[in-house]
């Protein structure tokens, strides 16, 4: 009876270990079909084949990498450069191809990008430079656990994963869910760009660079085309320093070459024609009809004296160190400046203190011009002539410096146009003046100069003949009637009003 009961219990027990036996070997082939799936799907993610893929792959049946979103779309190429940098290793696995599921726990070891973007410091990060640190060989890493579940397909008999959101939560989050604005590109070629601008005119991207568009438009821009500010940025430079970045925002040391405007405008100011067409159009709206008054010729001649000092190779240049202040705009694709500094602002010119010659000098003109023009009474032109003591001038000496049409030296001996007299024999050089209009009485004084040192050589008064009132004709002589001595010279022709009339001529002896 034992006997049976012990061959019973042995068949019993067979039986069971015929189940339980197979079932253990099953489990065992489900673990290590797990862990090759997700080893498989890690080495393509480490390859890049997975991301050449679109972040796709036949072992997984959900796709969050490829759904992600980016707040700065610069960083999900660095993403894709930091997948090469990981390393991995399966912990744990499990599944059951009867339920079809399972999991796997895997330790991935990745850059640690929190850690690299702290590394920069006030340094502006680009996507070239981030990539570059999260793929160096000393790129900070940092090991997460990460939980993957799995799914078994019966059909082809493999393990896929099902749900791989931890993986992109561990290795395409962090880039995903930071800013660092890599598609504003560097704040200091905003400054070059801001330059070009400046440059060129362009009055609507100029304030484009601005936070405060409508500020631009009072301070810098102009509806008009200027010139002269074209011309004045021309001659600027703009070399961007030191950097210091803050929390979408930076400050751009820099520094600014630029002309001097002030001292362009003290040298211009003194100019006489140019306070002449000032008087002008005081004295037009005072004497005459007020409506008729005009300041285009002032600023046109204004315009044209600026544009000649600044090309001046000599002109005088201003060094300084500015604070460029930007943040990033609000579509935060670029930085914007907030501050606008002063050397690209419109300049406000100060009305300047004229010299009393100046003033005697562009009264005359003015007077003696609107007496012509019809604005002023002969009374009137007098009044004022006899106030700054200049009742001598009758003409104007742009009238008649408009009114040139020959002007020139000319050998009295051969009669004939030069510029180039014999040294030894030359006793007279010979002055002609041609014009389209008569000037009866003009008087001119003829100053003789040495074109080295600038000292006086003679000084001749001519006056415009009756019989011949529409031009000049007079022969200079050195000291007394004696031979010119060799040398280089300058002719400069003045009228009563102590204008210049006509270019300078010059001429030599030798």
């Not at 700065?72 to 599921?101: F, H, Q, W």
């Not at 680009?126 to 799914?151: Q, R, Y």
């Not at 751009?252 to 000032?278: G, Q, R, T």
């Not at 600023?299 to 460029?324: A, C, G, H, Q, W």
Request: aromatic fraction near 10%; include cysteine.
């Amino acid at each position: 009876m034992k006997r049976k009961s012990m061959i019973a219990l042995l068949v019993a027990l067979s039986i069971c270990l015929s189940v339980i036996v197979p079932g253990c070997s099953l489990f065992d082939k489900s673990k290590d079909e797990i862990s090759e799936t997700v080893e498989e799907y890690l080495d393509d993610i480490k390859s890049g084949a997975f991301a050449q893929n679109d972040y796709r792959s036949d072992l997984v049946t959900d796709k969050p990498f490829s759904l992600m979103k980016f707040k700065d779309e610069g960083l999900r190429d660095c993403m894709k450069a930091s997948l090469s940098m990981i390393d991995y290793k399966v912990k744990e696995a499990n599944g059951n191809t009867s339920d079809k599921t399972g999991e796997c726990l895997v330790s991935i070891t990745h850059v640690d990008l929190d850690e690299v973007v702290q590394s920069f410091g006030k340094e502006w990060i680009t996507v070239e430079s981030l990539t570059n640190k999260l793929t160096a060989a000393d790129a900070p890493k940092k090991t997460d656990d990460v939980l993957l579940f799995m799914e078994y397909d019966d059909i082809e008999k493999i393990w896929r994963v099902s749900a791989s959101s931890e993986i992109a939560i561990t290795l395409g989050k962090p880039y995903a869910d930071i800013n660092l604005y890599t598609g504003a590109g560097d704040p200091q070629d905003v400054l070059g760009d801001l330059l070009l601008a400046l440059q060129s005119g362009e009055d609507d991207k100029i304030k484009e660079f601005f936070t405060n568009k409508d500020l631009v438009a009072e301070t810098v821009t102009d509806e008009e085309e200027d010139k002269v500010r074209n011309e004045f940025f021309l001659k600027c430079s703009i070399v961007p320093g030191d950097t210091e970045f803050g929390e979408e925002k930076c400050t751009v040391e820099a520094v600014v070459e630029y002309p001097n405007f002030d001292e362009i405008w003290a040298k211009v100011s003194l100019n006489v024609e140019l306070y002449c067409e000032m008087l002008k159009f005081q004295l037009t709206e005072l004497h005459g009809d007020p409506s008729k008054a005009s300041m285009d010729v002032f600023y046109s001649l204004l315009e044209e004296l600026f544009l000649e000092e600044m090309k001046n190779p000599d002109m005088v240049m201003i060094e300084d160190t500015v604070r460029f202040e930007m943040i990033i705009s609000a579509e935060g694709d670029r930085w914007v400046i907030k501050n606008i500094p002063d050397f690209i602002k419109s300049p406000e010119l100060e009305e300047p203190s004229v010299a009393e010659q100046t003033l005697r000098t562009a009264t005359a003109i003015a007077a003696v011009e609107l007496y012509e023009e019809g604005v002023l009474t002969k009374k009137e032109r007098d009044s004022y002539l006899k106030k700054y003591d200049m009742t001598q001038v009758k003409y104007s000496s742009r009238k008649v410096r408009d009114a040139i049409t020959r002007f020139e030296i000319f050998d009295t001996v051969a009669v004939k146009k030069t510029d180039v007299f014999s040294s030894g024999n030359t006793k007279h050089i010979g002055m002609y003046f041609e014009f389209n209009q008569t000037f009866k009485g003009l008087v001119v004084t003829a100053v003789v100069l040495d074109s080295n040192g600038g000292r006086l050589v003679g000084e001749y008064v001519i006056t415009v003949v009756d019989d011949f009132p529409d031009g000049i004709s007079a022969s200079l002589v050195f000291d007394d009637d004696e031979i010119w001595p060799d040398g280089e010279y300058k002719l400069i022709v003045i009228g009563q009003d102590m204008l210049q009339i006509g270019e300078a001529l010059e001429f030599k002896v030798k």
